[in-house]
């Protein structure tokens, strides 16, 4: 059933982080990286409410004054991919963050047992730090321990080969 409330989901989620960034001043390449693409996600999602989108815009706005556009690439080719591919140019699928929309950077990252959702490992995780400190990059997705934004379970180290 996840499925059918994974839209919504996944709106919630990206919503909260916008607002939840909107006051921040400063935000690594990353981090605004992966604002764009949920600001880009959101736009093209129906229904969003009129406050988030002009937070969207405003945030969209705000970080691609400042910055270059950044493009994102396939793990295997090296092929520019955009936000709505699934696969690149030469077929290789792209794995996406279910908490940032940035391409997954290879085997190595979180995995929910529940829904099967995979994440980055962001840079305060690899830490034994139990909270983030407040100028962590994306602090504002950061839940300790790591939880699925879809299903709220705890996320899992996943180390096995799923770029099959």
């Given amino acids: 059933q996840i499925e059918a409330a994974e839209p919504l989901l996944r709106k919630m989620h990206f919503s909260a982080q916008v607002a939840a960034c909107m006051s921040r001043a400063r935000f690594s390449d990353q981090e605004r990286s992966s604002l764009v693409l949920i600001c880009e996600w959101l736009n093209n999602t129906s229904s969003v409410h009129p406050d988030t989108a002009a937070a969207c815009r405003t945030l969209s706005e705000r970080l691609t004054a400042t910055t270059a556009a950044t493009s994102h690439n396939c793990l295997f080719c090296a092929a520019p ?44 995780e690899t830490t034994n730090r139990s909270t983030p400190l407040p100028e962590d990059e994306f602090s504002h997705v950061a839940t300790s321990p790591p939880t699925c934004p879809l299903c709220s379970c705890l996320l899992a180290r996943f180390a096995q080969d799923m770029f099959k």
């Fill in 81 to 124: 991919v955009s936000l709505s591919q699934t696969a690149c140019s030469n077929g290789h699928p792209i794995f996406r963050c279910v908490r940032t929309l940035l391409p997954l950077p290879g085997p190595n990252v979180w995995h929910c047992p529940v829904c099967e959702a995979k994440s980055c490992i962001l840079p305060h």
